[in-house]
């Protein structure tokens, strides 16, 4: 009997103790997302190793291995890596395949073609937002926004959409830091003034950059949510139209966002926290504003 209860309590502990991941496929992983993440898009093996915490044989091994299935590419002169073009078709394949662009395509068409704006459907990615849908108006300028084109979390009139509208802990994690984008350059940031701005985009539901990114270009942003309210992404429409414009195609997007955000399976009235841009003036200036 006492055999048998130190043979259950091993297999307790045993099983406890297990973890289903292989290291070789997860040191792979960081590889490839250590990639991803450089600014410069390329690096060598020695700053890739260091990055990764991995010994330099096993990630020269790593990177040839991607190199032979066209997921990562080296430049033999720089002795540099850089993602492969069959990455772009593993994306192309799961953007064809995700629900998300499919069910905002025709509001980013609606949008677009109302404002004669650039329209885009950004979908969160760990610290970055990664455009996966985009519709372009009438307008003269283009805007040369990529599908798969990262911005950061913190960036601009979508940062303080996002930010607004995420959870309070998770929120104080990125207004903490001492590189944010909400403004363009880090040293830009007024705290005060930030956060007056999330409030107000509780309220009203979308936040605004008036040129401060790029000159001669406005922003209007709006939170988009999924099942259980979750928060996925945003919806931003950018432009050359004018300031007195903002306030108007700013409800427009407002009004799109919570649509789109009821077909991902939101729910329709707890999309938003102070949900004061519901209330009053601003709701039949919603109403009035709807496209269909």
Do not use: W
């Not at 404002?115 to 009438?138: M, Q, S």
């Amino acid at each position: 009997m006492r055999h048998l209860v130190k043979e259950n309590k091993k297999s307790k502990n045993s099983k406890s103790s297990y973890h289903p991941v292989v290291p070789a496929v997860d040191q792979a992983c960081r590889v490839l997302l250590c990639l991803s993440k450089n600014s410069n898009h390329k690096m060598g093996l020695t700053e890739i190793c260091k990055e990764v915490a991995i010994h330099k044989s096993k990630g020269f091994s790593i990177l040839n291995t991607f190199s032979h299935f066209g997921l990562v590419e080296k430049d033999h002169q720089s002795k540099v890596y850089s993602l492969g073009p069959r990455l772009l078709t593993l994306s192309r394949h799961f953007l064809d395949h995700l629900r998300y662009p499919e069910v905002v395509s025709p509001f980013l068409q609606d949008l677009a073609t109302e404002t004669n704006g650039t329209a885009l459907f950004g979908l969160i990615d760990g610290e970055h937002v990664i455009v996966v849908g985009k519709n372009e108006g009438n307008q003269n300028i283009g805007f040369t926004v990529r599908l798969g084109h990262h911005f950061h979390i913190t960036l601009g009139a979508h940062g303080k959409s996002i930010m607004a509208f995420m959870p309070e802990a998770e929120r104080e994690k990125f207004l903490v830091k001492k590189r944010t984008f909400f403004y363009g350059d880090p040293s830009h940031l007024n705290g005060n003034r930030l956060r007056k701005e999330l409030a107000k985009c509780r309220e009203i539901g979308f936040a605004q950059d008036t040129g401060e990114i790029t000159p001669g270009v406005n922003v209007v942003s709006a939170p988009l949510f999924a099942q259980q309210d979750k928060l996925i992404g945003c919806l931003i429409l950018m432009g050359t139209f004018s300031k007195n414009k903002v306030h108007e195609y700013g409800l427009k997007v407002v009004t799109l966002a919570r649509q789109v955000s009821i077909k991902l399976g939101a729910e329709g009235e707890n999309l938003y926290q102070d949900k004061g841009m519901l209330a009053g003036k601003d709701r039949s200036l919603i109403h009035s504003s709807t496209i269909h």
